[in-house]
């Protein structure tokens, strides 16, 4: 959500650079984003904090222009606020959808292996959707859970079930081995331009990491 907000990036850099911190680079690359997410919030609980409350005002504003359009004609600048109004509407609903979808994440992150009720009906309502009303057997269907269930069982232990009892064997004196060059290449150490070309391929929209930032915020910072 802060992502789509104008400036938001050259807002990072400047308080990424404000932080002097002495010690390991990995130390300070994590207290520099403890630092960050300090900021963000703060300027979360000001900006966004407030999402609803400019919601409820933009659309009080277009359900006056609304009525007087029924009265008169809108002048020019009434029509732009018009235009202006939903395009604001149209951000904080985005602006909402990716909070909420993102908030959730973050929810199922701290509480879903944990067994309390939140765990308990997200795994009630897995169990419901998982579960197997009805079965084709011997062309037919039936809705008996005692005839499903076996059918059940019969298929997986007949799939797993070895037949054969002769089994090959193997002879790996002739195998294709690396060579030293590709020994060497796969115990270097990784480069910052492989770890980049990593980062930017990964999924930008995921559950956040204990440091609470997507990928999407590593791309684009």
Not at 35 to 55: F, T
């Amino acid at each position: 959500m802060w992502l789509q907000q104008e400036g938001f990036i050259d807002m990072v850099k400047e308080w990424w650079q404000s932080y002097f911190i002495s010690g390991s680079p990995d130390f300070i690359l994590v207290q520099k984003l403890m630092n960050l997410k300090k900021d963000i919030s703060n300027r979360n609980r000001d900006v966004y904090g407030k999402v609803e409350a400019k919601r409820t005002k933009a659309l009080e504003e277009l359900s006056v222009l609304d009525q007087t359009v029924e009265n008169r004609a809108l002048t020019q600048v009434e029509k732009q606020m018009v235009v202006n109004l939903k395009v604001e509407l149209t951000k904080l609903a985005k602006a909402e959808d990716i909070s909420w979808r993102q908030k959730s994440r973050c929810l199922w992150l701290k509480e879903g292996d944990m067994n309390t009720r939140y765990f308990q009906t997200i795994a009630n309502s897995h169990k419901r959707n998982n579960n197997i009303e009805k079965l084709k057997v011997d062309n037919e269907i039936t809705h008996d859970k005692d005839v499903i269930k076996e059918e059940i069982l019969n298929y997986y232990q007949n799939l797993y079930t070895e037949s054969e009892t002769w089994r090959p064997s193997a002879n790996f004196d002739d195998v294709s081995r690396l060579s030293s060059k590709d020994r060497e290449m796969l115990e270097k150490v990784f480069e910052e331009e492989e770890v980049h070309v990593v980062v930017q391929s990964s999924a930008p929209d995921k559950a956040p990491g204990p440091d609470g930032f997507t990928m999407a915020f590593f791309q684009k910072t």
